[in-house]
């Protein structure tokens, strides 16, 4: 399946920003789906995931309150809203697909496909 994401941009700290996965597979809804991020000099970390089909979702502790995740099966899409931004939140954003598991909020090593990543600068 590949993935396409796209929303980030810059912001300013507190502001919000809408970041868009599209999938190219019909059988979208059978896939766990998830965003990572990685910041300069950091390693890659869970961000937010929802279970195939929807319903169940799992947040970073980083995240919890500010940011959530959905999906459109029909649509073959998956969102992050992102509110209240902080500049710790500043980095290049990944969506992924999990073909193995309900769920997912690892290392992202238990993702199979990835998409390129979109930009988010929060601004202090």
């Known amino acids: 399946v590949q993935l396409q994401a796209s929303g980030g941009g810059l912001v300013q700290a507190g502001g919000s920003l809408r970041l868009s996965c599209a999938a190219s597979e019909r059988t979208f809804g059978v896939y766990a789906m998830g965003w990572f991020r990685q910041a300069p000099g950091k390693e890659r970390e869970f961000v937010a995931a929802?279970?195939?089909?929807?319903?169940?979702?799992n947040y970073a502790d980083s995240v919890k309150g500010r940011f959530t995740i959905s999906r459109d099966n029909a649509k073959n899409t998956v969102i992050l809203q992102m509110n209240s931004l902080k500049p710790e939140d500043t980095a290049v954003y990944y969506c992924a697909a999990a073909s193995r598991f309900n769920i997912v909020g690892g290392t992202g090593d238990e993702m199979d496909y990835w998409g390129k990543g979109t930009l988010v600068t929060v601004s202090s």
């Open positions: 929802i279970a195939r089909y929807g319903g169940s979702t």
